[in-house]
Antibody, heavy 124, light 110 residues
Framework: EVQLVESGGGLVKPGGSLRLSCAAS????????MNWVRQAPGKGLEWVSS????????YYADSVKGRFTISRDNAKNSLYLQMNSLRAEDTAVYYC?????????????????WGQGTLVTVSS | QSVLTQPPSVSGAPGQRVTISCTGS?????????VHWYQQLPGTAPKLLIY???NRPSGVPDRFSGSKSGTSASLAITGLQAEDEADYYC??????????FGGGTKLTVL
């Protein structure tokens, strides 16, 4: 069974740092691009960052560029999000999501599956 | 303010048909990027509903269908059921290869 399990969320003060992890199982992790998507309380989905299978291509939303760093360890089947200089507006549930199988399309990948999410709260 | 525009809410009675629109621009949907749809039941993670504009993953009922035309896309749900009550999101890309989500649409089954 394909599974993604996030961890590392919690309460952090503004300006603080947090590192999220996403443990993948049930598929060949090293073959897939991965993403982080967040959802503020009561709000919609916001894409945060993506990383290609070999970490060659990395993209960030403007809202987190320069503060967040996405990385992966294919040997450990794990995805990470290092979040620095956290702000109140970063408060959200953070989901990791797998992109479509490699080579499936050139016109924009979909996300499937998603993890259950981990809550990050930035507050003093 | 999302780049992809969805109606905040739609509603319908059981058995009826509803549609949810997703309007973009020439720099995202209109540039040829596919549109995908997700269903988020209360308190759960999003689930892929439609991919590549009109394709259903295995296990998704054929009551759900998607289409795309120009700078917009639509999700149609026929034979509305109580368990369809959820939030629905469209997703595409822009030319900077950033993924985009619509603001979400809350479906209420009356």
């Amino acid at each position: 069974e394909v599974q993604l399990v996030e961890s590392g969320g919690g309460l952090v003060k503004p300006g603080g740092s947090l590192r999220l992890s996403c443990a993948a199982s049930g598929f060949t992790f090293s073959s897939y691009s991965m993403n982080w998507v967040r959802q503020a309380p009561g709000k919609g989905l916001e894409w945060v960052s993506s990383i290609s299978s070999s970490s060659s291509y990395i993209y960030y939303a403007d809202s987190v560029k320069g503060r967040f760093t996405i990385s992966r360890d294919n040997a450990k089947n794990s995805l990470y999000l290092q979040m620095n200089s956290l702000r109140a507006e970063d408060t959200a549930v953070y989901y990791c999501a797998r992109e479509a199988p490699p080579g499936t399309t050139v016109t924009g990948n979909w996300f499937d599956p998603w993890g259950q999410g981990t809550l990050v709260t930035v507050s003093s | 303010q999302s780049v992809l525009t969805q109606p905040p809410s739609v509603s319908g009675a059981p058995g009826q048909r509803v549609t949810i629109s997703c309007t973009g621009s020439s720099s995202n949907i209109g540039a040829g990027y596919d549109v995908h749809w997700y269903q988020q039941l209360p308190g759960t993670a999003p689930k892929l509903l439609i991919y590549g504009n009109s394709n259903r993953p295995s296990g998704v009922p054929d009551r759900f269908s998607g289409s795309k035309s120009g700078t917009s896309a639509s999700l149609a749900i026929t034979g509305l059921q109580a368990e369809d009550e959820a939030d629905y999101y469209c997703q595409s890309y822009d030319s900077s290869l950033s993924a985009l989500f619509g603001g979400g649409t809350k479906l209420t089954v009356l």
